[in-house]
């Protein structure tokens, strides 16, 4: 005949080790992929731009973006907006959206922050007999 005790103490050693092993399997944010420079053509019709971020983790990461050193406060900022982990700019502006950009990807446990990335907005480097498209100069004045 088994002790009550006995049977309560098994089942709270058993209960503790569970909770052992499932911390255990918590971990901090790894990069899946990180941001890369974006360059956008300065005649480009394009009025969206996306920044690539994606980390794996448990509990699953959160995002925050930084642009400039400055942290991106999503809720005061129409035109940015948060895909997953991706940052989607509309209504680019080549004066407020230029610079360097970083994703830093946290949970619980941890948290990382990814290389940066420059967004630019460029002249297309076609030469005609040595001579830039019209397009491009009147874009860069």
Not at 40 to 57: F, Q, R, V, Y
Not at 90 to 99: H, K
Not at 102 to 121: D, E, K, P, W
Request: glycine share 8%; aromatic share 10%.
């Amino acid at each position: 005949m088994t002790l009550p005790w006995k049977l309560l103490l098994l089942l709270s050693i058993i209960d503790r080790l569970t909770d052992c092993l499932d911390s255990a399997s918590y971990h901090g944010p790894r990069w899946r992929m990180e941001p890369a420079d974006l360059f956008i053509p300065i005649d480009s019709i394009e009025e969206e731009a996306t920044l690539t971020c994606d980390a794996k983790g448990t509990p699953p990461p959160q995002y925050r973006w930084s642009l400039n050193g400055t942290f991106i406060n999503l809720g005061l900022d129409r035109r940015r907006r948060l895909s997953g982990g991706n940052l989607i700019i509309g209504n680019l502006d080549r004066y407020q959206d230029v610079g360097m950009y970083q994703c830093m990807a946290y949970n619980t446990v941890g948290a990382i922050l990814s290389r940066r990335a420059r967004l630019q907005f460029a002249c297309k480097l076609i030469k005609m007999f040595g001579v830039f498209t019209q397009n491009c100069i009147k874009a860069l004045v």
